[in-house]
T-cell receptor
Framework: EAGVVQSPRYKIIEKKQPVAFWCNPI?????LYWYRQNLGQGPELLIR????????DSQLPKDRFSAERLKGVDSTLKIQPAELGDSAVYLC???????????FGPGTRLTVL | GENVEQHPSTLSVQEGVSAVIKCTYS??????FPWYKQELGKGPQLIID?????GEKKDQRIAVTLNKTAKHFSLHITETQPEDSAVYFC?????????????FGKGTHLIIQP
């Protein structure tokens, strides 16, 4: 069974440019999470989806970050415009339900110059 | 919100020796405590978890203990092997792992010396 798929794996952009990350969760998983992991730190939750509904986005910087999960499957996380401090690894995870084990993808490493 | 502290930040042990990583949490409502292993360039992978109605759980060379009164939990790896080298994260959640997401510690870089 395929795990959580993320693309791209690496992205280098200049500040003020937009960037988007894509996540395909494990088939049948209703819950999807986006985390940000700064260098030398643990992941921090940005947003959680139950099917297509964002049920927890309190940690998402809404002035520049946006996310969507159309049809309750794939999800996209966007940053516009990117800032130097956005450099991090963006991890997507999914689980069958909100009380089940979370499976993480390999992440997208973003570098903002 | 929840705050998870993890120690040590780096742990170097000889192959075959046991390794112990400790975490404390702040929210007494937390009831789910997973441990993740993260290798370079990969996402975190669950290696063991424990819920608040259990004090200890073991899976082959890996064990986790939980002290709810003291609000701390520990990961024990026995007979360490080179492939155990990685960054280990503890985490806590008050909703069985989902509703509030997971709050992670800052990680422990475990180095197994041959």
């Amino acid at each position: 069974e395929a795990g959580v798929v993320q693309s791209p794996r690496y992205k280098i952009i200049e500040k003020k440019q937009p960037v988007a990350f894509w996540c395909n969760p494990i088939s049948g998983h209703n819950t999807l999470y986006w985390y940000r992991q700064n260098l030398g730190q643990g992941p921090e939750l940005l947003i959680r989806y139950e099917n297509e509904e964002a049920v927890d986005d309190s940690q998402l910087p809404k002035d520049r970050f946006s996310a969507e999960r159309l049809k309750g499957v794939d999800s996209t996380l966007k940053i516009q415009p990117a800032e130097l401090g956005d450099s991090a690894v963006y991890l997507c995870a999914s689980s069958l339900g909100q009380r089940d084990e979370q499976f993480f993808g390999p992440g997208t490493r973003l570098t903002v110059l | 919100g929840e705050n998870v502290e993890q120690h040590p930040s780096t742990l170097s042990v000889q192959e075959g020796v046991s390794a112990v990583i400790k975490c404390t949490y702040s929210d007494s409502a937390s009831n789910y405590f997973p441990w993740y292993k993260q290798e370079l360039g990969k996402g975190p992978q669950l290696i063991i978890d424990i819920r608040s109605n259990v004090g200890e759980k073991k899976d082959q060379r890996i064990a986790v203990t939980l002290n709810k009164t003291a609000k701390h939990f520990s990961l024990h790896i026995t007979e360490t092997q080179p492939e155990d080298s990685a960054v280990y994260f503890c985490a806590a959640s008050s909703s069985g792992g989902g509703a509030d997401g997971l709050t992670f510690g800052k990680g422990t870089h475990l180095i197994i010396q041959p």
